[in-house]
T-cell receptor, first 112, second 112 residues
Framework: GEDVEQSLFLSVREGDSSVINCTYT??????LYWYKQEPGAGLQLLTY?????DMKQDQRLTVLLNKKDKHLSLRIADTQTGDSAIYFC????????????FGKGTKLSVIP | EAQVTQNPRYLITVTGKKLTVTCSQN?????MSWYRQDPGLGLRQIYY???????DKGDVPEGYKVSRKEKRNFPLILESPSPNQTSLYFC???????????FGQGTRLTVV
């Protein structure tokens, strides 16, 4: 079946950029998402990208999509301590199906 | 306020005692789903529903049942819970298949 892979941990210093990477296997992925989960809370959508786009920027967030390599990344500029959370990459494939497949999540720790 | 409400937030139960976790959304969303979150495994979809009386299996449906008799409610039923169903459960809803999924706060279930 489809698989979404992420590294489990990332540590950065406050003020630096964070880059969280994700790879997926289903070439028919249509939408790819980044969700953020803060401790004790549910998931919150950060941003998403259509599969026909290469890049999307939204304030401090930049999403890059390389369809050839099936690689998705999330860059957070000027990382703050409030960005400490678990970040999930997710994909949804094709029409008529509502199967959101999540990666295992990357725990971002921001060092003051 | 737009929200997805799960109840209870915490539940400890014994093996074999039937339980229901409720999920309700006030956004008139068509799509609803249930996930379980386990350490090292990320989020896995249990069941989803694309509309009233339309439900389908996700990746890990064994041991669970759902129903969608009304648009706003999507309860998760464990007929005979077992310890391997100890997990953190999330309900989510979205307006359309590809639009933002709104998550509930989670239900932490322990089966002893």
């Amino acid at each position: 079946g489809e698989d979404v892979e992420q590294s489990l941990f990332l540590s950065v210093r406050e003020g630096d950029s964070s880059v969280i990477n994700c790879t997926y296997t289903d070439s028919s992925s249509t939408y790819l998402y980044w969700y953020k989960q803060e401790p004790g809370a549910g998931l919150q959508l950060l941003t998403y990208i259509f599969s026909n786009m290469d890049m999307k920027q939204d304030q401090r967030l930049t999403v890059l999509l390389n369809k050839k390599d099936k690689h998705l990344s999330l860059r957070i500029a000027d990382t703050q301590t409030g960005d400490s959370a678990i970040y999930f990459c997710a994909e949804i494939t094709g029409a008529g199906s509502y199967q959101l497949t999540f990666g295992k999540g990357t725990k971002l720790s921001v060092i003051p | 306020e737009a929200q997805v409400t799960q109840n209870p937030r915490y539940l400890i139960t014994v093996t074999g005692k039937k339980l229901t976790v409720t999920c309700s959304q006030n956004m008139n969303h068509e799509y609803m789903s249930w996930y379980r979150q386990d350490p090292g495994l990320g989020l896995r979809q249990i069941y989803y529903s694309m509309n009233v009386e339309v439900t389908d299996k996700g990746d890990v449906p064994e041991g669970y049942k759902v129903s969608r008799k009304e648009k706003r409610n999507f309860p998760l039923i464990l007929e005979s819970p077992s310890p391997n169903q100890t997990s953190l459960y999330f309900c989510a809803s979205s307006a359309q298949e590809y639009t933002e999924a709104f998550f509930g706060q989670g239900t932490r279930l322990t089966v002893v």
